[in-house]
């Protein structure tokens, strides 16, 4: 399992998020593959050996979800894409990553680490509901880091491991979770 530890900087900044999570996913792979994914002469192989499957951006050689090693699907790639079509903003992309996620019954036993708790990588795509149109990503792109200021202000902390108390730190969580709920709802975003 993979584990990659999220701080305040990580949270203060999607881009970087983003560019971190695919960093931890990506570093999951074994450098060889990496160095042979990288490989357009592997890619063009890919294609002639597996069909437009083994993309889900066939047209372009991108996204690639099969291995080239076991020469089946690997789940890492996908996730790999899940993360840099949400980065992007390609809905269409991420829609196919969604799909093939579900139909490879896949589970990267990727956690994200806040704080001393962990998360699946999963839950991070729940949690930001990166599934929302690139309309509204764009247009309520901060409002979960603003909420999240508010309440550091509000504990007077710098960042999210300043928390020692359990107690303390569980309630921080639960305000936070309970104003971005509303906020959510204020905002009439859907609450899956």
Same mark, same amino acid.
């Given at each position: 399992?993979?584990?990659?530890?999220?701080?305040?900087?990580?949270?203060?900044?999607? $881009?970087?998020?983003?560019?971190?999570?695919? @960093? #931890?996913?990506?570093?999951?792979?074994? =450098? !060889?593959?990496? &160095?042979?994914?990288?490989?357009?002469?592997?890619?063009?192989?890919?294609?002639?050996?597996?069909?437009?499957?083994?993309?889900?951006?066939?047209?372009?050689?991108?996204?690639?979800?099969?291995?080239?090693?076991?020469?089946?699907?690997?789940?890492?790639?996908?996730?790999?894409?899940?993360?840099?079509?949400?980065?992007?903003?390609? $809905?269409?992309?991420?829609?196919?990553?969604? @799909? #093939?996620?579900?139909?490879?019954?896949? =589970? !990267?036993?990727? &956690?994200?680490?806040?704080?001393?708790?962990?998360?699946?990588?999963?839950?991070?795509?729940?949690?930001?509901?990166?599934?929302?149109?690139?309309?509204?990503?764009?247009?309520?792109?901060?409002?979960?880091?603003?909420?999240?200021?508010?309440?550091?202000?509000?504990?007077?902390?710098?960042?999210?491991?300043?928390?020692?108390?359990?107690?303390?730190?569980?309630?921080?969580?639960? @305000?936070?979770?309970?104003?971005?709920?509303?906020?959510?709802?204020?905002?009439?975003?859907?609450?899956?």
């Amino acid at each position: 399992m993979s584990e990659f530890i999220l701080d305040h900087e990580l949270i203060s900044n999607n $881009t970087y998020l983003f560019e971190s999570i695919a @960093e #931890a996913i990506k570093n999951s792979f074994p =450098d !060889t593959l990496h &160095k042979k994914l990288s490989l357009t002469s592997t890619r063009k192989q890919m294609l002639e050996d597996f069909g437009r499957d083994a993309f889900l951006d066939p047209d372009n050689l991108k996204y690639p979800i099969i291995n080239p090693f076991t020469k089946k699907v690997d789940c890492r790639l996908i996730s790999a894409a899940k993360i840099r079509a949400a980065q992007y903003h390609k $809905t269409d992309i991420l829609k196919k990553a969604e @799909e #093939a996620y579900i139909k490879n019954k896949c =589970d !990267t036993n990727i &956690k994200l680490k806040v704080a001393k708790e962990s998360i699946d990588i999963e839950d991070v795509f729940n949690f930001f509901n990166i599934n929302e149109s690139n309309d509204e990503i764009l247009k309520h792109k901060g409002e979960y880091q603003e909420i999240v200021k508010e309440k550091m202000k509000k504990y007077n902390i710098k960042k999210i491991s300043d928390l020692k108390d359990p107690k303390i730190k569980r309630k921080f969580f639960d @305000e936070l979770d309970a104003a971005w709920v509303s906020k959510r709802e204020k905002l009439g975003l859907d609450q899956d």
